[in-house]
């Protein structure tokens, strides 16, 4: 019966080292100089409750260790390639004990496994597909969130403020009788002929345009707080 595996051989210009998975979780390794077969160890054997994908994470962590150590040589690419070679089947027992070492396994996935260059997660995913593993479902890596940038002391003091219900206005005296209020609610901007509320869209706009200018104007001379406090009740809900 045809066995399915996945794997990769990579080298360092001299020594080569070879890596597979079975589709009923058995990980063979193998090692040498280039244009030999190498020593092929006794394969670890499955354990678990899903011994397939536990290789999988062993596969992963060989492909970054042997990167690691200066095998950046790709001789054969990841692959998952059905091999003519049967495989042993497993009997309870087996399971405690190891098997022999395969050297035909890995001879024979070195001559069947394609050279086109691929990614070791399409490897994997091919191979799930392919003994009809279950996998997560593949698509774009979602883009981490940025870390929210650090407050400054008055920032913090001020934050906490909003989280009380306190209502933050400024400044108290403009000449020209605008102005602002910022609760936890939102943020409203005032003038002699109204106000107008912004949309949260509109405050990040307005925040990165203030602190640009911020970033500019800074050889200009301090000016004082101009920030005032106005306490109101919490909402009731």
């Known amino acids: 019966m045809p066995t399915m595996v996945v794997g990769f051989r990579l080298g360092n210009g001299t020594r080569q080292a070879t890596a597979l998975v ?14 030999q077969l190498g020593r092929a160890s006794r394969p ?18 060989l492909h970054a260790k042997y990167t690691g150590r200066g095998y950046h040589e790709v001789l054969i690419p990841p692959a998952c390639v059905r091999l003519q070679v049967e495989e042993p089947p497993l009997a309870h027992e087996q399971v405690q004990r190891r098997d022999p070492a395969a050297p035909e396994l890995v ?16 490897a994997i995913h091919a191979f799930y597909a392919a003994i009809g593993a279950p996998a997560r479902p593949r698509g774009p890596v979602p883009a981490p969130r940025p870390a929210p940038a650090a407050l400054t002391p008055r920032a ?27 609760t936890a609610d939102g943020v409203c ?16 706009e307005l925040h990165a345009a203030l602190t640009a200018w911020l970033t500019l104007d800074q050889a200009g001379p301090p000016k ?12 009731k809900h």
């Not at 079975?22 to 244009?35: C, I």
């Not at 001879?107 to 399409?122: I, M, N, T, W």
């Open 189 to 204: 901007l005032s003038s002699r002929h109204g106000g107008a509320r912004l949309h949260r869209d509109d405050v990040v």
């Open 107 to 122: 001879g024979e996935f070195a001559g069947a496994a394609p050279s086109r260059p691929q990614k070791l997660e399409d």
């Open 22 to 35: 079975t589709q009923t979780g058995r990980l063979h390794l193998a090692s040498g100089l280039y244009g």
């Open 224 to 235: 004082r707080n101009m920030v005032r406090q106005v306490e109101k009740e919490p909402r």
């Open 156 to 182: 913090a003091e001020l934050r906490r403020l909003l989280s009380k219900g306190a209502q933050l206005t400024g400044p108290a005296h403009s000449p020209s009788g605008s102005g602002y209020s910022v």
């Open 44 to 61: 670890q054997m499955p354990s678990g409750e899903n011994p397939v994908h536990a290789r999988m994470m062993n596969l992963r962590n």
